[in-house]
Every structure is written in structure tokens, then in C-alpha cells.
């Protein structure tokens, strides 16, 4: 697949950061290994650009799933998430159907680790 990243063992390297994911949400401390920041250094050119709404609605998707508009409205409190949505979806993060792509879900896992990035 284009933009995938894959690990030793044939593991995609989204697998590896749900897993990190999983031990951040359950509060257990863990340092940036230099295999993650290199991660973050490849990925720093497509979240750099990414304005605050975009990253909003990409830790929205990321949490609770593909969502309509409405909901998305009310959940992330943006008036008008259309032109978002259409931003991403030509930057290859999310679908038509607003599922996250491979590289969505790294980018939105990169986010929801670490928010200052």
C-alpha cells in the first residue's frame, strides 16, 4: 500500500502505534524510542499543515469512529466541517466514507500521543 510503513514480522507499523496507544490510554509511562521519533520526523511534513480543526476532526474519527457530519459538528463544536473533511480527504488521511486511511490513523495515533507535535 502507498505510504504504509512495515516492521519487522510483516507488522504494519499502524498495529505498532495502536499498541502504544493502547498503553498511553492506561497510563503507563513510556519514552520516545528512536524508532518512534524517526516515525514522527517522516510524518512531521503532513502534520505540520494540518490546521488545529483538521487535527480535531482526525482525533474525532480516530476515538470514536467514521461519523456524518451532524455528528461530527457536535462532537468537535465546528460549525462547518464540510470544507475540513473535503482538506482531508485530498490529503489522503481520511475517505469518502470518512474512515481513516493508513495514514490517517498513524498521523491521528501521532497526534493523540503526543499533542504538541
Given at each position: 500500500?502507498?505510504?504504509?510503513?512495515?516492521?519487522?514480522?510483516?507488522?504494519?507499523?499502524?498495529?505498532?502505534?495502536?499498541?502504544?496507544?493502547?498503553?498511553?490510554?492506561?497510563?503507563?509511562?513510556?519514552?520516545?524510542?528512536?524508532?518512534?521519533?524517526?516515525?514522527?520526523?517522516?510524518?512531521?511534513p503532513m502534520?505540520?499543515?494540518?490546521?488545529?480543526?483538521?487535527?480535531?476532526?482526525?482525533?474525532e474519527i480516530?476515538k470514536n469512529?467514521?461519523?456524518?457530519?451532524?455528528?461530527?459538528?457536535?462532537?468537535?463544536?465546528?460549525?462547518?466541517?464540510?470544507?475540513?473533511?473535503?482538506?482531508?480527504?485530498?490529503?489522503?488521511?481520511?475517505?469518502?466514507?470518512?474512515?481513516?486511511?493508513?495514514?490517517?490513523?498513524?498521523?491521528?495515533?501521532?497526534?493523540?500521543?503526543?499533542?504538541?507535535?
Amino acid at each position: 500500500c502507498v505510504g504504509c510503513v512495515w516492521v519487522g514480522g510483516g507488522r504494519k507499523e499502524v498495529d505498532t502505534f495502536n499498541v502504544i496507544e493502547k498503553l498511553r490510554k492506561e497510563k503507563v509511562v513510556f519514552a520516545v524510542n528512536p524508532r518512534t521519533q524517526y516515525l514522527i520526523e517522516q510524518f512531521k511534513p503532513m502534520i505540520d499543515p494540518l490546521t488545529k480543526d483538521e487535527r480535531l476532526i482526525l482525533k474525532e474519527i480516530y476515538k470514536n469512529g467514521p461519523q456524518d457530519e451532524k455528528r461530527l459538528k457536535r462532537n468537535t463544536k465546528i460549525a462547518i466541517v464540510v470544507p475540513i473533511l473535503t482538506s482531508l480527504i485530498s490529503k489522503e488521511m481520511i475517505n469518502n466514507d470518512n474512515n481513516l486511511t493508513e495514514i490517517g490513523e498513524v498521523i491521528a495515533t501521532l497526534l493523540n500521543l503526543m499533542p504538541d507535535i
